[in-house]
C-alpha cells in the first residue's frame, strides 16, 4: 500500500500542547514539511523566541538555541554567520517580532541575512495571556485594551511584511493565512520557497503567518478561523509581497 | 611564550590582536568611546585571516549575535563600554543561563547615565555582582597594564571555555588608549575542543540538541542553579589571580585593581623610600575574588587602604574578605578624576599614622 500522508520526519512525534483551534500546530507542520523536502533536517538549526512557541524544541526533531525575547534575529544572524552552510530559521510571534523584537528584524533584513523567518501573527499576545500585540486590531479587545485596541492611544496595527519589504535586502517577503486549506496550500507552498531561498544562498526571507488565537480572542476555533478571514485578511492583505528569482520547486 | 618582537600598540590594539592570535574570528559591536579601536581593528583585520566582523545596530543585537555564534563553539567576541554594557546585560544574564562561552570587552566610561569617556571603575559592581537578572557570575578579568590586556584576553578565552561562562575584561580608557610595547605571543590552543556534546551543529547522525535556559518543570531551575553555583565555587578554588607586593612586613596593605593599581605602584614605592612598611594586593581576577589572600594578609594584623576610581565598590568585597572590617580604609575618586600618586601617597602617609 502506497502510504501518501506521514508525520514529518522534522517533527519529533510529542503531542502538542497548543490550545484547541490554535494554528501552531498547522505551521509547526508547515515548516517541518519543507525542512523534510529539501532534506535539511540534520543540517538545520532552529532560533525559538520567547512566547507560545518557545516549545518548538520539542516538538522539531533539529538542533535549537532558545533566543532571549525579540533577539532572534540577531541569534540567528550569529549562528548562521559562523555555519552558513547550514539552514537556520526563527519562528517568531507577533509580540516577539514586531514590539521588543523589531529593531532585531529590521537589520537583519536590511542586512539581507541567509536566514528564514517564519512570523506567526495572531494579534495576541498568547502565553502572557492575551494581551495587546502590535498587530492588534483596532477595536480589539484584549487584557490590556480591555475597551478595545484605540489608534488615538495605541496607534495602528502594524503590518511588518509591508515594512520589511519596503528594504532592499530581503529575497522573499511574504504573508499568507492557515485559516482554510486553500490557504494552508499557499502557505505551505511559499514556506517552502523561503527555505529554498536560503539552500540557493539568496538570502533573507520572511513569511507572515495570519493565524488564530481562540483561547485569547474568547471564540470558540471556527468563529477564530472566521475572524482571520474576515476582520485579519482584509487589512493584512495575502500575497508575496516582494520576491527575488529563485527556481519554482512545485 | 614565544620570543617574538614586541610591537607598539595602543591597549585597545592589543587586545584585538590578542582575541585574533586566540582563534577568536569573529566580533561583534556597536561604535561606542572609549573603545573604538578594538571594532575598527577587527574590521580590518578579521577579514584578512577568513573571520567575520559586523556592525550590530545595538549592542542588544551584537551581544545576541555573540550568544547565536557562541553556540556553535566558535571563540567569539564583542567590547563596549557603560551604556553599551547596561544595554547588554539581558544577553550576559541568557549567556549565563544558557551557560555558553565568549569575551565581552568592557573599556568603562562614567556614569551614571551618559556620563564621560575618562578612565573610571565605577561599573565595578554592575561586572562583579551582575547587573542582569538571576543568580549568575561573570568572570571578570581586571589588567593594568597592555602586555596584561593582551595575556589576558587569551586567558579569558580559556576561562570561558573551561567553565562555560562569559568572561569580562574589565579596563578603562586609560588603559584603552596608552600606547605600550607588547609581546604578541601565540598560544598553542586557538579553539574549544570540537567534541563538546553541548554544540549547536546541525543533528548530522546524532540526537537533536538543545541550548536554552527556560526550565519549567517543578525542581528543573533550582537544579540548574546549583549547578551553575557548582562551577562558580569550582571557579573560585582553581582561578583565581592576584599580584601581592611588600605584603609579607606590611603594617599598611593597600588594595586597587586595573589603572588604579597601576598608581598605586607608584605611592608605594614612594612610601617604601621614605620607610614606611606599606604593601599592595592587586586583584587581577575581580571575580572571583582574591578573598583568601586578603583574608590571610588581614591575619598577620595589617590595615587596609582600598583606592578606587569610584565612590567605594571592591571596598564592600575587601571588608568581606579581612578578620575584622575596622581595618579598611577607602580612598576614591569617582567621575574620571585620576589620582596622581603623590595624592595616593599623601592618604597612605595620613593612614599610616592613625
Not at chain 1, 512525534?13 to 507542520?29: D, E, L, S, T, W
Not at chain 2, 590582536?17 to 577587527?42: H, L
Request: net charge neutral; proline share 5%.
Amino acid at each position: 500500500m502506497k502510504q501518501i500522508f506521514a508525520r514529518p520526519a522534522s517533527l519529533t512525534g510529542k503531542n502538542f500542547h497548543f490550545c484547541p483551534g490554535c494554528h501552531h500546530g498547522i505551521v509547526h507542520r508547515l515548516v517541518a514539511e519543507a525542512i523534510d523536502y529539501f532534506d535539511l533536517r540534520e543540517r538545520t538549526v532552529g532560533i525559538a523566541s520567547v512566547g507560545c512557541s518557545v516549545f518548538l524544541y520539542d516538538y522539531f526533531a533539529i538542533d535549537v538555541i532558545e533566543a532571549p525575547h525579540g533577539r532572534a534575529a540577531a541569534v540567528a544572524t550569529g549562528t548562521k554567520r559562523v555555519l552558513d552552510d547550514r539552514i537556520v530559521f526563527t519562528y517568531q510571534g507577533d509580540g516577539d517580532l514586531a514590539a521588543i523584537g523589531t529593531a532585531e528584524i529590521i537589520h537583519a533584513a536590511n542586512r539581507g541575512e541567509n536566514i528564514t523567518v517564519i512570523f506567526v501573527n495572531n494579534s495576541i499576545y498568547g502565553m502572557t495571556g492575551g494581551q495587546m500585540a502590535p498587530t492588534t486590531m483596532l477595536g480589539q479587545q484584549s487584557t490590556t485594551s480591555p475597551y478595545g485596541r484605540d489608534c488615538q492611544r495605541d496607534g495602528y496595527p502594524i503590518k511588518m511584511a509591508e515594512m520589511l519589504a519596503a528594504l532592499e535586502g530581503p529575497s522573499l517577503v511574504a504573508r499568507v493565512a492557515v485559516d482554510r486549506p486553500p490557504n494552508v496550500k499557499k502557505a505551505r507552498k511559499v514556506i517552502r520557497q523561503a527555505f529554498q531561498m536560503q539552500v540557493e544562498n539568496k538570502g533573507f526571507s520572511f513569511v507572515e503567518v495570519l493565524s488564530a488565537c481562540p483561547t485569547n480572542w474568547g471564540l470558540n476555533p471556527q468563529q477564530a478561523v472566521k475572524r482571520v478571514a474576515e476582520e485579519m485578511i482584509p487589512y493584512f492583505p495575502l500575497g508575496v509581497l516582494k520576491q527575488k528569482d529563485v527556481v519554482d520547486v512545485l | 611564550m614565544s620570543a617574538a618582537k614586541k610591537v607598539f600598540l595602543k591597549g585597545n590594539e592589543a587586545i584585538a590582536m590578542a582575541a585574533i592570535n586566540a582563534g577568536c574570528r569573529y566580533y561583534f559591536g556597536y561604535p561606542i568611546t572609549p573603545q573604538n579601536d578594538i571594532p575598527e581593528y577587527m574590521a580590518r583585520h578579521l577579514p584578512e585571516v577568513g573571520g567575520e566582523f559586523l556592525q550590530a545596530e545595538s549592542e542588544i543585537a551584537s551581544i545576541n549575535m555573540l550568544l547565536g555564534a557562541a553556540a556553535t563553539g566558535v571563540r567569539v567576541m564583542t567590547s563596549s563600554s557603560g551604556p553599551g554594557i547596561s544595554l547588554m546585560q539581558e544577553g550576559f544574564s541568557y549567556l549565563a543561563g544558557n551557560e555558553l562561552p565568549a569575551l565581552v570587552v568592557n573599556m568603562s566610561r562614567q556614569g551614571p547615565g551618559l556620563g564621560g569617556i575618562n578612565a573610571t571603575q565605577g561599573d565595578y559592581f554592575q561586572a562583579v555582582k551582575g547587573g542582569g537578572h538571576g543568580d549568575y557570575h561573570l568572570i571578570v578579568l581586571a589588567p593594568h597594564t597592555g602586555q596584561e590586556l593582551y595575556d589576558l584576553t587569551i586567558k579569558g578565552f580559556e576561562l570561558a571555555e573551561k567553565y562555560r561562562c562569559l568572561t569580562m575584561l574589565l579596563g578603562d580608557a586609560i588603559l584603552g588608549q596608552i600606547k605600550e610595547p607588547i609581546d604578541p605571543w601565540k598560544p598553542e590552543k586557538t579553539a574549544g575542543d570540537p567534541d563538546r556534546e553541548w554544540l549547536i551543529t546541525g543533528a548530522r547522525g546524532r540526537q537533536p540538541r538543545l541550548i536554552k535556559s527556560l526550565y519549567l518543570a517543578d525542581g528543573e531551575m533550582e537544579k540548574h542553579n546549583w549547578r551553575l553555583q557548582e562551577k562558580y565555587r569550582r571557579l573560585a578554588a582553581e582561578d583565581v589571580m592576584v599580584e601581592t607586593r611588600h605584603t609579607d612586613d606590611a603594617r599598611l596593605v593597600v588594595v586597587a585593581f586595573g589603572s588604579m593599581a597601576r598608581i598605586a605602584k607608584t605611592s608605594i614605592e614612594q612610601a617604601r623610600a621614605k620607610g614606611l612598611r606599606v604593601g599592595l594586593i592587586r586583584p587581577i581576577t575581580l571575580y572571583p575574588f582574591p578573598t583568601a589572600t586578603i583574608g590571610e594578609i588581614s591575619r598577620q594584623g595589617a590595615r587596609f587602604l582600598t583606592c578606587e576610581m569610584n565612590t567605594g565598590q571592591m571596598v564592600e568585597d575587601v571588608r568581606l574578605a579581612v578578620e575584622n572590617p575596622g581595618q579598611v580604609e577607602f580612598y576614591g575618586r569617582p567621575g574620571g578624576s585620576v589620582p596622581t600618586p603623590e595624592e595616593i601617597l599623601a592618604r597612605i602617609e595620613e593612614t599610616y599614622q592613625d
